[in-house]
């Protein structure tokens, strides 16, 4: 039986020095309970932002200690499943998200999820798509705020992290000391205001340690397709790496040319938008599956 990791086991900075709370082997299913991403702070339309402690955002439960990952491996992220609280929570103000420099107060929106939709108001019932925005692997250097996305994975915002794909992060420290939090009930490409439809959840994985192969970036692979996720300091940065890090990926598994590869690249992949508001901000590349079925492309095999 899968064991239960509690939320009150919370990180808000990955870090190779952060205390495992659990050891698992590889292969091993786990089922992590998150606060969302105001550490459950939020309770009605009518919180004051006075009232949340700013220094309890945007929580990570964990880290689990997988055992035999070491620098240089991958580590594989399933996620076979995400049940999702009964109620959600959006947020704005000033200084926050694309728009912040128009608006004059700190609000907040409680979001009631019934029958399989997000409740905004009598006229929009918003259909779910459930995904973790924050999750990742200790990063190499010194440590980076769970709000911060990297090569670590960390906050990237991205709404192909959900139930049915798998994620692979580079492993930069002994036992990769993985860690997710930040659940979405629903999310925009962009994130422009800053929070999704935050809301407490459970999430069941499986982790697995691939030695022999490496990654420089998370790569996500689901039954749509493959994709390449950057963060960067600019959006031109992460988009353009992408798609290099996708083409380089690709290319030994093919019998085209670097030429060819490229031209197919331009015909059929999606350069996307994770999130435009955090510290770093987070592109993807995205290929669709009929393109790596055609050339029989196995992931790490």
């Known amino acids: 039986?899968?064991?239960?990791?509690?939320?009150?086991?919370?990180?808000?900075?990955?870090?190779?020095?952060?205390?495992?709370?659990?050891?698992?082997?590889?292969?091993?299913?786990?089922?992590?309970?998150?606060?969302?991403?105001f550490q459950n702070q939020i309770t009605s339309n009518d919180t004051e932002i006075n009232s949340i402690d700013w220094n309890q955002i945007n929580p990570a439960t964990g880290p689990i200690y997988v055992e035999s990952a070491q620098p240089g491996d991958i580590l594989s992220v399933k996620i076979d499943k995400i049940e999702l609280g009964q109620e959600g929570v959006l947020t704005?103000?000033?200084?926050?998200?694309?728009?912040?420099?128009?608006?004059?107060?700190?609000?907040?929106?409680?979001?009631?999820?019934?029958?399989?939709?997000?409740?905004?108001?009598?006229?929009?019932?918003?259909?779910?798509?459930?995904?973790?925005?924050?999750?990742?692997?200790?990063?190499?250097?010194?440590?980076?705020?769970?709000?911060?996305?990297?090569?670590?994975?960390?906050?990237?915002?991205?709404?192909?992290?959900?139930?049915?794909?798998?994620?692979?992060?580079?492993?930069?420290?002994?036992?990769?000391?993985?860690?997710?939090?930040?659940?979405?009930?629903?999310?925009?490409?962009?994130?422009?205001?800053?929070?999704?439809?935050?809301?407490?959840?459970?999430?069941?994985?499986?982790?697995?340690?691939?030695k022999g192969h490496s990654l420089k970036n998370p790569l996500l692979i689901s039954e749509e397709g493959l994709a390449t996720i950057v963060s960067a300091p600019t959006l031109d940065e992460a988009a353009k790496t992408a798609v290099e890090e996708m083409i380089d990926f690709l290319l030994p598994h093919t019998d085209l040319t670097?030429?060819?590869?490229?031209m197919l690249m331009s015909a059929v992949g999606q350069s996307q938008i994770s999130q435009i508001v955090d510290p770093l901000l987070t592109a993807r590349f995205f290929v669709p599956k009929w393109v790596l079925d055609a050339y029989k492309v196995e992931l790490f095999k």
């Open 1 to 37: 039986m899968a064991e239960t990791i509690e939320c009150k086991n919370s990180i808000y900075a990955f870090s190779k020095d952060n205390e495992p709370i659990q050891k698992v082997g590889s292969g091993a299913q786990v089922i992590i309970e998150t606060y969302d991403c």
């Open 92 to 210: 704005v103000g000033p200084d926050l998200g694309v728009m912040g420099h128009r608006l004059e107060k700190f609000e907040a929106k409680m979001i009631p999820i019934q029958n399989g939709k997000a409740i905004f108001n009598d006229k929009l019932h918003i259909p779910l798509n459930p995904m973790i925005g924050v999750i990742g692997v200790a990063p190499e250097g010194e440590p980076v705020s769970c709000g911060t996305p990297g090569a670590h994975g960390g906050n990237m915002d991205t709404k192909l992290i959900t139930e049915g794909a798998t994620i692979y992060f580079p492993v930069f420290a002994e036992g990769a000391l993985f860690a997710l939090g930040d659940l979405h009930a629903a999310m925009g490409d962009g994130e422009v205001g800053v929070s999704g439809i935050e809301i407490p959840a459970k999430v069941t994985v499986t982790l697995e340690v691939i």
């Open 258 to 262: 670097l030429s060819h590869l490229t």
